[in-house]
Nanobody, 125 residues
Framework: QVQLVESGGGLVHAGGSLRLSCAAS????????MGWFRQTPGKEREFVAG????????KEGDSVQGRFTISRDNTKNTVYLQMNGLKPEDTAVYYC??????????????????WGQGTQVTVSS
């Protein structure tokens, strides 16, 4: 498994930007598809973005398409989520996840086997 630690969350005004980072430890990072999910109280965990390990193909959720960008740096064992044009409805706890050996990102949380502790993102109107 991969150990994951998120950082970069915080409070931002609507229209602003944040960049989340997820530092991974463990020898399987370079062959793990990575994903970002978010969750608000009482709701299911929602897929935000994912990036594959083989060709770095990316996939974004419909609600963040064109605003959020996922990337990874295998030399630093880190995956990033650049969030632009933030909206109050983006407020949530954001989680980093890893799917060891999976070549392409999945939108299903159950397909990921390692999770970080989460970082809070709050967007004020």
């Amino acid at each position: 498994q991969v150990q994951l630690v998120e950082s970069g969350g915080g409070l931002v005004h609507a229209g602003g930007s944040l960049r989340l980072s997820c530092a991974a430890s463990g020898h399987t990072f370079s062959t793990s598809t990575m994903g970002w999910f978010r969750q608000t109280p009482g709701k299911e965990r929602e897929f935000v973005a994912g990036i594959g390990w083989s060709d770095h193909s990316t996939k974004e959720g419909d609600s963040v398409q064109g605003r959020f960008t996922i990337s990874r740096d295998n030399t630093k064992n880190t995956v990033y989520l650049q969030m632009n044009g933030l909206k109050p409805e983006d407020t949530a706890v954001y989680y980093c996840a890893a799917a060891s050996g999976a070549p392409y990102p999945s939108i299903l949380p159950t397909n990921y086997d390692s999770w970080g502790q989460g970082t809070q993102v709050t967007v004020s109107s």
